[in-house]
């Protein structure tokens, strides 16, 4: 194993956070040869991080997003969903190519803008042309944004009876097809406000978009579908395990289990990047079946190999992290992100100006 460490801020009323983290001899060398950089939030910590490979060895710099959650990355832009906010980066190649040393950086994501949305419980976030989907959890709906409305709510589930912010049915997770909401995940098939942690060890299921229909159920916690090969992979989180459903009929196949409660998936040729966390002995945690491995579990990003269906490398923090929310990749070796609060970070601040301002 390589070992590193690194700090960061957390906000302006703590101290610095010590992380310190440890990874596979070939986690940078799969960076390496997909060509990516990857993301990762923890909400916990309110960071976002970004991994890249510099002098050949795991780099890692975190930015503060308060209670950072979900990704969205295209090649132009980002988003970050927040507490209150969702965050707007912009992409800027001119910018990225001037940042020292010269010429090493391929992308430059800086903060933009922000659009207040309240506290929903953003979860999942996907670009759709040119909108954002938004996984509303505590409206259980998905939406999108306007500039008169916290929200667009744009669908929700046939058996929620009434747009109210009472967290029915936990909807957490989104998989997008041609551009649209396709699947969703839910931790509970319920109506009543929190009604879900009732039977939160096997009441999850994955819901088609727009029709309802249940594709498969009996899951524990799922978070995180996606579709690859024209196969959904869902996070079956309560066991720690990744899943493959036939989305046609509904058939599930367990491909792995890992040493963690699995949230955040992205999948890059035949590897997926998986978000591993620990869990707390709280009362949403508490009687799930990955309980059971409550000393062996890990926080990190694990790297699965699809074909051999293997976890062929991992990343893991030691220290300062203790889960992982979203995970999500982007072609470019070595992005850079300035985020809102970049001071805080320890980073230099970046302006971006007209060229006429020269």
């Not at 010429?103 to 953003?122: E, M, N, P, V």
């Not at 040119?130 to 046939?158: A, G, K, M």
């Not at 001071?343 to 301002?357: C, K, N, R, V, Y």
């Amino acid at each position: 194993m390589v070992q590193s460490e690194n700090e960061a801020s957390t906000n302006a009323k703590e101290k610095l956070r010590e992380v310190s983290y440890e990874y596979s001899n070939n986690f940078d060398k799969i960076l390496k040869h997909l060509q990516i950089s990857l993301f990762f939030s923890t909400y916990q910590a309110g960071k976002l991080g970004v991994v890249t490979v510099k002098n050949n060895a795991l780099d890692i710099a975190f930015h503060n997003f308060e209670r950072a959650m979900g990704i969205a990355v295209s090649p132009g832009r980002m988003a970050v969903g927040g507490k209150d906010w969702v965050y707007f980066l912009k992409n800027d190649r001119n910018i990225a190519a001037q940042i020292e040393p010269a010429g090493s950086h391929d992308a430059c994501f800086l903060t933009k803008s922000g659009q207040y949305t309240g506290d929903i419980s953003i979860h999942d976030l996907a670009w759709g042309g040119n909108e954002l989907w938004i996984v509303n959890t505590r409206f259980s709906c998905l939406c999108t944004l306007s500039n008169n409305y916290n929200f667009l709510p744009q669908w929700r589930p046939d058996f929620v009876s009434e747009l109210v912010p009472e967290d029915r049915c936990h909807l957490n997770g989104m998989a997008m097809v041609d551009g649209m909401p396709k699947y969703v995940t839910v931790l509970g098939k319920t109506d009543t406000a929190g009604g879900w942690r009732d039977r939160k060890a096997d009441g999850g299921c994955i819901l088609e978009v727009p029709n309802s229909r249940v594709v498969t159920e009996g899951l524990s916690m799922p978070h995180s579908p996606r579709m690859y090969q024209n196969r959904l992979w869902v996070l079956n989180s309560g066991r720690g395990e990744l899943t493959s459903v036939d989305p046609n009929s509904g058939d599930q196949e367990t491909i792995i289990a890992l040493p963690g409660y699995t949230r955040g998936m992205a999948i890059v040729d035949r590897y997926a990047f998986i978000g591993l966390s620990k869990i707390r002995e709280t009362a949403i945690f508490g009687n799930l079946p990955i309980g059971d491995r409550f000393d062996e579990l890990k926080c990190g990003v694990a790297v699965v190999d699809l074909q051999e269906r293997q976890m062929i490398s991992c990343l893991e923090f030691k220290t300062g992290v203790d889960e992982i929310f979203d995970v999500q990749t982007a072609g470019f070796k070595q992005a850079i992100i300035s985020g809102p609060y970049a001071t805080t970070d320890g980073d230099s601040q970046i302006w971006s100006l007209p060229a006429s301002s020269k």
